[in-house]
């Protein structure tokens, strides 16, 4: 049971335009989710992270939006850069706003290439 | 500042012989997470501890896989004995608290032949 979702396994992107990548989930009771960049031969980074009593986080030229009602949340990278090409996962946890520890569910994850 | 440390980068060994993979997390991290990515199924969970203890190994999957944390600043996963499917790249992460992301090591490229 996928509970976190990347329908997109790709995404080609030309530079300077913007990136949107997708999440989907199933979980209601998710209340962080977090987005992690991964080049090859290397471990995830973590980008930018979203609390569920927010539905925008900004940071430079990463936003992610999240829409409770959909479940869903996107990374918009405006611009993209060459060195954005990477797979990016989203993840998600609960119980983040009752303080309980939580772990993360990834999802599986979407290679961004952005093109000169 | 010295990020999450994973050894071996690289292990290829025969099936059935014992696999030991380490990490040592980050410094002051309370929180310790065992991963394995797959290209069937992404990267998946197997174990977590906090503060040394446990928490979660409902991912791991089945009793040829163990892990142990001795003290704050050392982990290891075994496998044995090992198995081809087991062939995967394992990831140690730690966190520094509970609404900290997780800081992730470069992985462990494991091949069972």
């Known amino acids: 049971d996928q509970q976190v979702k990347q329908n997109s396994p790709s995404l080609s992107v030309q530079e300077g335009r913007i990136s949107i990548l997708n999440c989907d989930y199933t979980n209601s009771m998710f209340d962080y989710f977090l987005w992690y960049k991964k080049y090859p031969a290397e471990g995830p980074t973590f980008l930018i992270s979203i609390s569920s009593i927010k539905d925008k986080n900004e940071d430079g030229r990463f936003t992610v939006f999240l829409n409770k009602s959909a479940k869903h949340l996107s990374l918009h990278i405006v611009p993209s850069q060459p060195g954005d090409s990477a797979v990016y996962f989203c993840?998600?946890?609960?119980?983040?706003?009752?303080?309980?520890?939580?772990?993360?569910?990834f999802g599986t994850g979407t290679r961004l290439q952005v093109t000169l | 500042d010295a990020g999450v440390i994973q050894s071996p980068r690289h292990e290829v060994t025969e099936m059935g012989q014992e696999v030991t993979l380490r990490c040592k997390p980050i410094s002051g991290h309370n929180s310790l997470f065992w991963y394995r990515q797959t290209m069937m199924r992404g990267l998946e969970l197997l174990i977590y501890?906090?503060?040394?203890?446990?928490?979660?190994d409902s991912g791991m999957p089945e009793d040829r896989f163990s892990a142990k944390m001795p003290n704050a600043s050392f982990s290891t996963l075994k496998i044995q004995p090992s198995e081809p499917r087991d062939s995967a790249v394992y990831f140690c992460a730690s966190r520094p608290g509970l609404h900290q992301p997780q800081h992730f090591g470069d992985g462990t490229r494991l091949s069972i032949l």
């Open positions: 993840a998600a946890s609960r119980g983040v706003n009752t303080g309980t520890a939580s772990k993360l569910t």
């Open positions: 501890f906090n503060n040394n203890v446990p928490i979660d």
